[in-house]
T-cell receptor
Framework: AQTVTQSQPEMSVQEAETVTLSCTYD???????LFWYKQPPSRQMILVIR??????QNATENRFSVNFQKAAKSFSLKISDSQLGDTAMYFC???????????FGPGTRLSVLP | DTGVSQNPRHKITKRGQNVTFRCDPI?????LYWYRQTLGQGPEFLTY????????KSRLLSDRFSAERPKGSFSTLEIQRTEQGDSAMYLC?????????????FGSGTRLTVV
């Protein structure tokens, strides 16, 4: 069974500092993608960054980057120069069932403090 | 196209009543998904459509739940005889076929409160 674990229910970071959110997963599939989604308070969920499992190079999108360790099945999200607008729930997710659906982790609530 | 649209945004209903939610996906997206998200948790898969065909249903989708997507455009999710445990955010997402690896486009959700 595919599972996703996010061991940090809540985190906080000072504005302009760096924070890392952790995610571990379990899958029997070999080729897959991993995603981080952001859900701001009372707003819709949006895609932050994605990583292709067969690529060794870690994905980067502006201030967001990942540390992907395939052997350890670890997929952490690093947010640099944190901004107040980064305050949100963050979910780690990946497709399963031969790419038909997503399984999501329980989320990490990130608060960026002024 | 303004993205995935869900209506209503909020619904409060009494236990035992029926409710129906609507999702309008991005027009060129032929896959449509329904997820349920309870407070403080990640979304859980309910069902998905490829055009008008419902291809998979989760065990979470009890016989009180039914989803349709007539003509492969908008979709409705109906909950009959609502229970307090049905209180949750119901999320709709869409994407083109074969594009799951690019991620969903989500709607803003319908928040259901059963009192």
């Amino acid at each position: 069974a595919q599972t996703v674990t996010q061991s940090q229910p809540e985190m906080s970071v000072q504005e302009a500092e760096t924070v890392t959110l952790s995610c571990t997963y379990d899958t029997s599939e070999n080729n897959y993608y991993l995603f981080w989604y952001k859900q701001p308070p009372s707003r819709q969920m949006i895609l932050v960054i994605r990583q292709e499992a067969y690529k060794q190079q870690n994905a980067t999108e502006n201030r967001f980057s990942v540390n992907f360790q395939k052997a350890a099945k670890s997929f952490s999200l690093k947010i640099s120069d944190s901004q107040l607008g980064d305050t949100a729930m963050y979910f780690c997710a990946f497709p399963y069932n031969y790419g038909q659906n997503f399984v999501f982790g329980p989320g990490t609530r990130l608060s960026v403090l002024p | 196209d303004t993205g995935v649209s869900q209506n209503p945004r909020h619904k409060i209903t009494k236990r035992g009543q029926n409710v129906t939610f609507r999702c309008d996906p991005i027009s060129e997206h032929n896959r449509l998904y329904w997820y349920r998200q309870t407070l403080g948790q990640g979304p859980e898969f309910l069902t998905y459509f490829q055009n008008e065909a419902q291809l998979e249903k989760s065990r979470l989708l009890s016989d009180r739940f039914s989803a349709e997507r007539p003509k492969g455009s908008f979709s409705t999710l109906e909950i009959q005889r609502t229970e307090q445990g049905d209180s949750a955010m119901y999320l709709c997402a869409s994407l083109p076929t074969g594009a799951l690896n690019y991620g969903y486009t989500f709607g803003s959700g319908t928040r259901l409160t059963v009192v």
